[in-house]
């Protein structure tokens, strides 16, 4: 098999997982009936992204794997999701901040990988284009309304910043898998959405009213399969059915 | 014209099959019956999906999961729908979360059950949506019109939901043994609070009368509970599960199957707050209300300060 | 004759970190005009379109949505239905079953 285009596959997938899986934790618990089915429906959509990604990684790693063996079977050292989504839902600000930060990057990713020379990544980055554009719409108008809301909503939304953008940095991170891709034309050249990220987020954080938060990058390593502590947990409930009863069908 | 004359034209308009809408005149207690039966409906899809919800982190494939979060996301969805409905009658659902939070509303109670398995998913999508379609399919047809157009939008809708539930019984039923012994288990739990699902007997059950006449209802609970009963019996029987009632047989001359006593102790307590989860549906309902009402004012304070930019512009 | 706000009586009690309430619309498709499918919360109208179209179009029910605020709404009285519609019924001769034609004529 392809191992590097396995593994970006799985990045990319794992990704979208573990922010979906973020997201679902608060269906039925948003902040009004409104707000919580426009969560799910992001969640939705990250979730029907994974499954294409994961049919399609299935394929190329061939024999008995399923978009479920490889989404519910893989040790946490094998989950390439980057630190940024799977930080925890601390408030309503810390959702909207870890989403518009995500939302931005995953959006010019995807711009780039409709051109993949891989059709297969081309067309699921074609049609999760335009889900993800309404994700970013979500989060950027939620962005500007916390912080020019209440004197509180401004604190929750700056402090969730403060948080997460440190994070951001991991995303621009290269590994040699996503270099060899980018080579082969089938992945993204991350350099070129750096600093274009930046720059939309940064604009942005000035017309919201938002201090850019001048904290230097957290050392992550998500992308290596090295995760917070929050990760076993969030393990343990996405695996449990398929960890209690192995080989089943559902 | 008296408030009796109108009363009585009022009753003819129901009689005739007229629908009745917001702004008419309407006798008070159809209004008050109205906004306590729509928000109490409003209040059980919302607090129902806590239950469910307990399982979309933890459902055993992607498949799984999307069908579940849609189902969830559709509760909220029905709730809204319902909520709405309800402020025609000039309540507000700040008003109506309110009465819930404090406890002067109720929701259905099988809600108060915990979900202890994935088996349990199923048997709430099978049982539990199966019960509730009985009971809104009748209320599409009910005297008043935003409530009877909120029926017809959520049975359209809830139509995926008793498939979901049924299929995931059928893929246990089918599988392993243990995966059949999950989803006898959550029939063993399930089946009865499904069956209060109808509330009390009919002659127990002083409000029917009026409700009949009014066209909220058009069955009494005795009738539809009879009418689940006859429906699902023969779909347990093609799981190859039990339904737990040693008395539940086949009566050729009603055309009806028989079944055992209901425990109404149960059902009683269930309503009064003592069941397995009163006390957490709540507390959750609380949190999220507690925690999102920074959020809700500050979307408000964001827009009334857009609106006083723009004033302040065209002065 | 007519009178502010169409559905919500006096009554509700106001509060200010409620939304106020939206009336929905929504075009199923190109050539079909907008129908009112039911109401929803947002803090403004932006918003309002926004919560449609993730309460209201799930199910691919629309390709365009109209928003307006509940209290905006014009309605008329319905205990002055006898006087607005009742005028109107025995006006026969707006409807073409009024003329009478030989059957035999065709396409008219």
Known sequence: MDVSLYKYLLM??????????????????????????????????????????????????????????IAFSRTEREILNVILVEQPNEDFAHVVGRQYLYDIYHFLLLEALVGSKDETIAAIANKSLKEVKYHKRFSGEWLKRLAGGTDESQQRMQAAIDHMYPF?????????????????????????????????????????????????????????????????????????????YPNMQW | MSTQDLEQRFQDRIDAGEKIEPKDWMPEKYRKTHIRQISQHAHSEIVGMLPEGNWITRTPTLRRKVGLLAKVQDEAG???????????????????????????????????????????????????????????????????????????????????????????????????????????DALNRYWWPAMMMFGPRDEESPNTAQSVKWKIKRKTNDELRQQFVDITVPQAEFLGITVPDPEMKWNEDRGHYDFGAIDWDEFWQVVKGNGPCNKERIAARQKAWDDGKWVREAAMAYSQSQENKTQSKIA | MTEKSNNISPKSKSNSSEWPLFEIFIRSKNGLEHRHVGSLHAADSDMALENARDVYTRRQEGVSIWVVESKNIMASNPEKAGELFEPAKDKVYRHPTFYELPIELKHI
């Open chain 1, 168 to 244: 951001l940095d991991e995303l621009f991170h290269v590994t040699e898998v996503e270099e060899e891709m980018r080579a082969q034309g089938v992945g993204a050249d991350l350099s070129v959405i750096k600093a274009e990220c930046y720059a939309i987020i940064d604009d942005h954080f000035r017309i919201a009213g938002l201090q850019v938060p001048e904290h230097p990058p957290r050392v992550s390593k998500g992308k290596y399969g090295i995760h917070t502590e929050k990760m076993g947990f969030i393990l343990s409930e996405l695996q449990f059915m398929q960890r209690s």
């Open chain 1, 12 to 69: 990319l997938g794992d990704n979208s997982m573990i922010l979906g899986h973020r997201l679902s934790e608060l269906c039925g618990h948003g902040p009004n009936l409104e707000t919580d089915i426009a969560l799910t429906n992001i969640s939705l959509d990250l979730f029907g992204q994974v499954r294409s990604l994961f049919q399609y990684a299935a394929k190329v790693k061939g024999g008995s794997a399923t978009e479920d063996t």
């Open chain 2, 78 to 184: 029905h709730g809204l729908y319902l909520y709405s409905a309800a402020e025609t009658l000039g309540i507000s659902r700040d008003e109506m979360t309110e009465q819930l939070l404090c406890g002067k509303a109720k929701y259905s109670s099988i809600f108060n059950y915990p979900t202890l398995s994935w088996a349990d998913i199923g048997a709430i999508g099978w049982l539990v949506d199966g019960a509730a379609i009985i009971n809104q399919v009748m209320l599409t047809r009910t005297s008043f019109g935003p409530y009877a157009r909120a029926m017809v939008r959520i049975c359209k809708e809830e139509s995926f939901h008793q498939r979901q539930g049924y299929e995931i019984m059928l893929t246990l039923c089918r599988g392993t043994a243990e995966q059949k012994a999950m989803a006898q």
